[in-house]
């Protein structure tokens, strides 16, 4: 099936679910799949029953010849086996790694004009969103900030490596495609033996009092097998290297076609300019932190994750005719939880749930209703990092720019694009 009919076809699901039930089966690829966007069954098949539904056999055939035995296409030993690696890093990279993102914003802050004239900021992020990843799982920023060309033959070999990395039959993929994964390895190689030869000449001083922390440089402690380690810090690489860029554009995207939002985050921010930006500061800035939230809820930068049965689950409700019976689903079979329509869903948000609204966080209180960064023992790992990056971010222009103004012809989201 082509990307495009693929597309079609997802957009005709989504678009019927709205009017149906939470939980329904539909004849798709395999022989039976699951479209899913009810809590209980997210909490099931994501939490709950976590060890009966994988990824591994929808993403390993395709992905392994880039991204190996890394995170993002493995279950079971190997996926727990990355994980324990990289957790200490996260459970203190959102604190720690504060202090180095001031050099990439103030180099931000010096491209973007001050004489009124417009500017679109998309292409800046991403390339800002380049330089913090790649310092943080790099080990060395590609500069992309400080010349055009920063980065470029990488991100070009990087691109051409995912082009085809959907296609399972090796024989079918370009030349182009085997350039690229050797271009990114050899790049990424090159980086851990820097992290090698780095880590060998300083002490090592324990992780909770560092005031920066490089991901490559604890993995290498932690691990002296170069080739898991490569898939590793693709992983990484692969949801860094745009999304910060994507979440802070789609907020900013968000508070031009509200004045009202800005101005009330522009008084919270203003009210505590004096104060320096630590994890405390940033966290206690609360509008900012719904604008966030309803960031995420109204534009999740995935739009839903799909699951192999790996062994038959009775799920706990979705079944039967009223869908309120308890499913049986059945090795083999695919459930795909859909955020995008979940986060929209009117019977819980509300009438305005299409409406980009940062007060409804004073009151609403969502578990599984709310999992733009997923959810249960596969949560992303950087959830607070990104919060903590996004926050730093916004608060430095909301500090310097009183307003902000669309002038962009566009003036509603259109939610089946990602930016890019
Ligand atoms: C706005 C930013 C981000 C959002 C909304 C987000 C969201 C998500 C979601 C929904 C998943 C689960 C995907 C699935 O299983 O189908 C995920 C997984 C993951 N994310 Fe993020 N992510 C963000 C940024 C990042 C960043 C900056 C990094 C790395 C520095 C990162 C690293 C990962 C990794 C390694 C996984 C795989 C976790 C696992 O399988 O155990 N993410 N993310």
């Known amino acids: 099936m082509t990307q495009k009919s693929l597309h079609i076809l997802t957009l005709i699901w989504t678009a019927s679910i709205e009017n149906l039930r ?5 004849w798709r690829l395999r022989p039976i799949s699951f479209g899913n966007m009810e809590r209980q069954v997210s909490k099931a098949v994501l939490a709950t029953n976590f060890e009966n539904f994988g990824l591994q056999p929808i993403r390993y055939e395709g992905g392994n010849g880039f991204f190996g035995n890394g995170m993002l296409v493995t279950d079971g030993p190997q996926w727990k086996k990355s994980r324990t690696l990289i957790k200490p890093t996260f459970d203190i990279a959102h604190i720690a790694n504060l202090d180095r993102l001031g050099p990439f914003v103030d180099r931000f802050m010096e491209l973007l004009p001050r004489d009124g004239s417009t500017v679109d900021l998309f292409p800046l992020l991403k390339r800002m969103a380049l330089d913090i990843s790649t310092e943080f799982i790099f080990g060395r920023s590609t500069g992309a900030l400080s010349s055009q060309d920063g980065g470029k033959d990488f991100m070009d070999a990087f691109q051409a490596a995912l082009r085809d990395v959907v296609i399972p039959d090796p024989s079918q993929r370009s030349e182009e495609d085997y350039k690229g994964c050797q271009e990114v390895w050899d ?6 033996d820097e992290a090698v030869a780095r880590t060998a ?4 001083e324990p992780l909770t009092t560092k005031k920066q922390v490089r991901i490559i440089d604890e993995l290498v402690r932690s691990s002296d097998d170069k080739t898991t380690l490569r ?3 693709i992983s990484l690489f692969m949801p860094a290297h745009d999304n910060l860029a994507v979440a802070v554009g789609n907020a900013f995207f968000h508070l031009a076609r509200k004045p009202e939002a800005w101005t009330k985050l522009r008084a919270e921010v203003v009210s505590k300019v004096d104060q320096p930006l630590t994890h405390e500061v940033l966290t206690s800035h609360k509008y900012l932190t719904w604008v966030l939230k309803e960031t995420f809820r109204l534009t999740p930068l995935n739009s839903g994750t799909l699951r192999e049965c790996l062994s038959t689950t009775v799920l ?3 079944g039967g005719v009223d869908g ?4 049986l689903v059945e090795k083999g079979e695919l459930i795909e939880t859909h955020f995008r329509i979940q986060l929209r869903d009117k019977s819980y948000w509300g009438d305005d749930a299409n409406e980009f609204c940062p007060e409804r966080w004073e009151t609403m209180r969502p578990t599984w209703e709310y999992i ?5 023992p596969r949560i992303c790992p950087a959830m607070k990092l990104v ?10 222009i909301v500090r310097e720019f009183s307003g902000s103004e669309n002038r962009d012809p566009v003036r509603s989201w259109n939610g089946w694009k990602r930016g890019g």
């Open 316 to 318: 706990p409700v979705g």
């Open 187 to 192: 790049y990424i190689d090159a980086r851990i």
């Open 372 to 376: 733009p960064f997923l959810g249960g």
């Open 201 to 204: 000449k300083s002490n090592d």
């Open 324 to 327: 309120q019976s308890p499913p």
């Open 22 to 26: 939470k939980t329904t089966v539909f």
């Open 231 to 233: 898939f590793l810090v």
């Open 387 to 396: 919060y903590a990056e996004c926050q730093y971010f916004i608060v430095r």
